[in-house]
């Protein structure tokens, strides 16, 4: 089993940036690859970017794409999202899954949710 924890959110102006962490820890011998999402209030959990164990897919949804960067660091067991020119519509939970399938995009597609980090834009 996997367990993954996130950290980096926070408060931030309009057109600022943050850098999310999460790190796994558990079985982690085995490649998998890792995603991230956000719920904002009242809100679906929707798919924000996904990464395979050694980078060579990275995907991204549209209304982050250009804005946001995903990466990760196997010798550490640590994947990142870099956010920059963030907006107030960026602002929600943002969760940390393993993906199960490459490509996917839907929750099913992913397990071993964090406990999510809060990102604040104000405007």
Same mark, same amino acid.
């Given at each position: 089993q996997v367990q993954l924890v996130? $950290?980096?959110g926070g408060l931030v102006q309009a057109g600022g940036s943050l850098r999310l962490s %999460? @790190?796994? $820890?558990?079985?982690?011998?085995? *490649?998998? +690859? !890792?995603?991230w999402f956000r719920q904002a209030p009242g809100k679906? =959990?929707?798919f924000v970017a996904a990464?395979?164990? &050694?980078? *060579?897919?990275i995907d991204y949804a549209d209304s982050v794409k +250009? =804005?946001? @960067?995903?990466? /990760?660091e196997n010798a550490k &067991?640590? !994947?990142?999202?870099q956010m920059s020119s963030l907006k107030p519509e960026?602002? *929600? @939970?943002?969760? %940390? *899954? /393993?993906?199960l399938i490459v490509g996917g995009r839907s929750r099913g597609h992913f397990d071993s949710w964090g406990q999510g980090t809060q990102v604040t834009v104000s405007s």
């Open positions: 996130e $950290s980096g %999460c @790190v796994a $820890s558990g079985r982690t011998g085995s *490649a998998f +690859g !890792m995603g679906e =959990r929707e990464i395979t164990w &050694n980078g *060579a897919t +250009g =804005r946001f @960067v995903i990466s /990760r &067991n640590t !994947m990142y999202l960026d602002t *929600a @939970v943002y969760y %940390c *899954a /393993r993906q």
